[in-house]
């Protein structure tokens, strides 16, 4: 499984489409993802958001897209990048980003199985 975060808002234009990610692949080239046991590390990014945010879980067996495991900030651990559209029936659940008082990205339940790394 890897992860994705985006707005609740453009998830829910998205949400019935057989394939989204263009504007993404437009601007970065791929569409940045996630191995859940990393969530942790990039969650900070998405705290000053005013905005409610969703992580979508996806199954990357099943996308039709090309996954490629990148380490482009030298960090010494590789992020799944998604070269192409993500096909929706890839998606196996959206969880709302969940967030402290203090705008922290709090752990869902359905990812508590996975050790931070």
Do not use: Q
Request: hydrophobic letters at 40%; a neutral charge.
């Amino acid at each position: 499984m890897i992860l994705h975060c985006m707005k609740k808002s453009t998830w829910e234009e998205r949400k019935n489409k057989e394939f989204w990610g263009k504007r993404n692949i437009e601007s970065e080239g791929f569409i940045h993802c996630s191995k859940p046991e990393f969530f942790w590390r990039i969650a900070p990014v998405f705290e000053d958001s005013a905005e409610e945010l969703v992580i979508l879980c996806i199954d990357e067996t099943m996308l039709i897209s090309k996954v490629k495991y990148e380490d482009g900030d030298n960090c010494k651990r590789a992020y799944p990048h998604v070269y192409g559209l993500i096909n929706n029936s890839a998606v196996t659940a959206v969880l709302p980003f969940i967030r402290s008082k203090d705008g922290k990205w709090l752990k869902n339940m359905e990812l508590a199985k996975y050790e931070n790394a």
